[in-house]
């Protein structure tokens, strides 16, 4: 079947837009979790989805962000008011409920913000 | 939290070399530790795995060691070839409250080239 999908690739911001970047999860995936990966860097973690429950959000960096999953499948990602700083690629992974289960990651939305 | 550190930031080797990657973690808890590959501009992909309840596992030409007691855990590619040049990245997942999920603590990852 289809991978973890992303949309969109790449995305330009003025410093102060909002912004939404949506995940596909694989179907089934109970668990979805959303990294932030900075240029040069190893992914890091931003916050968990076990179906529609956000169970965890430790890594969100500020309340300026915020993720939801309201029919436990697609999940969307949202950055308001922009800054520089936000500027990363934004990678979204499902998996099987457990936690030692592969995370399939989806291919990413570029964030550029101007 | 857990602290993973990953060295070299770069390698480089000739075709046919080995070439190894290690990663050291703080969290004692931590039992779990994959390896994932990303290319230049793509997803990335795990390529092999590790529970803290053995200590190497191997998959063709790659295997992973870990070392409980030192809190280390290495990734040894053989033969290496030209489509193994990408960015390798360790990961360690700690479950001490067996949550029903996998937090994953990344590396800052190794850019590996291999020269034909």
């Known amino acids: 079947g289809a991978g973890v999908s992303q949309s969109p690739r790449y995305k330009v911001a003025k410093r102060g837009q909002d912004v939404a970047l949506r995940c596909d999860p694989i179907s089934g995936h109970v668990s979805l979790f959303w990294y932030q990966q900075a240029l040069g860097q190893g992914p890091e973690f931003l916050t968990y989805f076990q179906n529609e429950a956000q169970l965890d959000k430790s890594g969100l960096p500020s309340d300026r962000f915020f993720a939801e999953r309201p029919e436990g499948s697609v999940s969307t990602l949202k950055i308001q008011r922009t800054q520089q700083e936000d500027s990363a690629v934004y990678l979204c992974?499902?998996?099987?409920?457990?936690?030692?289960?592969?995370?399939?990651f989806g291919p990413g939305t570029r964030l550029t913000v101007l | 939290g857990e602290n993973v550190e990953q060295h070299p930031s770069t390698l480089s080797v000739q075709e046919g070399d080995s070439a190894v990657i290690k990663c050291t973690y703080s969290?004692?808890?931590?039992?779990?530790f994959p390896w994932y590959k990303q290319e230049l501009g793509k997803r990335p992909q795990l390529i092999i795995d590790i529970r803290s309840n053995v200590g190497e596992k191997k998959d063709q030409r790659i295997a992973v060691t870990l070392n409980k007691t030192a809190k280390h855990f290495s990734l040894h590619i053989t033969e290496t070839q030209p489509e193994d040049s990408a960015v390798y990245f360790c990961?360690?997942?700690?479950?001490?409250?067996?949550?029903?999920?996998?937090?994953?603590?990344f590396g800052q990852g190794t850019i590996l080239t291999v020269h034909p």
């Open positions: 992974a499902s998996s099987f409920l457990g936690p030692y289960n592969e995370q399939f």
């Open positions: 990961a360690a997942l700690a479950n001490a409250g067996g949550t029903s999920y996998g937090k994953l603590t």
């Open positions: 969290d004692s808890a931590s039992n779990y």
